[in-house]
């Protein structure tokens, strides 16, 4: 038998396993796809996560922006809602793990974490029903809250309830090479440094004077490494003890102002936001050291 016959008869055979496969009861029919099919990122506007014994969660989108309706619809990691959102809607149904009820339990699927997604209407966009971690701890198990399949879910950890873990902490950000004016006041001291464009991390007051270009670049360094602890009320202070205000190349503005600190911290506003939030005290002591070193 020449090499091509043989060849030809390879490919004959398999073409009879394959018909064999595709007659009714000849071999396994069940449809790949979305596990959940309705899921349309797009058009998703709020996500509720609910666990029993815990509070749910809501994140809401609003003109595209991510908040938490629970911590006074204060901003929340848009990054992380829309990464959950993408690994929902990338969720396939190939790896089921078990259509047998009774093996919920054993997988975590009996309760989990209730995952809905609705539109800007209140219609439910999705909805799975997170278990429990692998035994590898790369994937999940889900399933869908009116189906007994479930499976086996990649890639997606298990979500969090903790409003935290979600919450925008970061409360300025920035480049600071493109800063081009500060604006420091504490009480009635006041300073105002300006960069000097010809000289490499040099700065200076109005009258010329210079300034250390090291306490400068600590007091960005520390502004742009300060988180909140707590979103306090949603609406800014109305009275301030200190403030400082960075002036960028393209003309826009960004700083904090804050309250006489307490024991516990010192509550802050970012400039032009409609909240009040707090500084633990670790946060306001380094900040606050970071000025002090620049104030006259």
């Keep these: ?86 690994r929902l809607a990338s969720l396939s149904t190939l790896d089921l793990v078990t259509e047998d009820p ?41 399933r869908s809250p009116a189906e007994d399949r479930t499976y086996r879910l990649p890639l997606l950890s298990p979500v969090r309830l903790d409003p935290d873990w979600w919450l925008d902490a970061r409360l300025l950000t920035f480049e600071p090479g493109l800063v081009r004016r500060v604006e420091l006041a504490e009480g009635d001291r006041v300073l105002v440094l300006e960069r000097d464009l010809a000289r490499v991390g040099v700065w200076r007051t109005p009258a010329g004077d210079p300034a250390s270009g090291s306490s ?23 009275q301030a003890s200190w403030s400082v205000t960075l002036v960028l190349a393209d003309g826009t503005r960004r700083g904090l102002v804050a309250s006489a600190p307490g024991e516990g911290g010192a509550d802050v506003s970012v400039l032009e936001s409609p909240f009040r939030v707090r500084l633990d005290a670790a946060a306001w002591s380094r900040l606050r050291a970071a000025s002090a070193a620049l104030l006259p």
């Design 216 to 238: 400068v670049d600590a007091l960005l360094d520390a502004l742009r490494s300060t988180f909140l602890s707590e979103v306090v009320e949603d609406r800014p202070l109305e």
């Design 102 to 142: 009774a093996r919920h339990r054993e997988y975590g699927v009996d309760q989990g974490t209730l995952i809905t997604v609705r539109d800007a209407e209140g219609a439910t966009l999705a909805a799975l029903l997170q278990g429990g971690i692998t035994p590898d701890r790369r994937a999940t198990y889900g």
């Design 1 to 86: 038998m020449s090499r091509r016959n043989a060849l030809l008869g390879l490919l004959l055979a398999g073409l009879v396993v394959l018909d064999l496969l595709t007659l009714p009861g000849g071999g396994p029919s069940r449809a790949i796809g979305p596990l959940l099919p309705g899921l349309d990122v797009a058009a998703a506007a709020e996500v509720e996560l609910r666990a029993d014994g815990t509070e749910p969660l809501v994140l809401r989108r609003e003109g595209g922006a991510w908040t938490l309706p629970s911590t006074l619809g204060y901003a929340a990691q848009g990054s992380l809602a829309e990464d959950l959102l993408t």
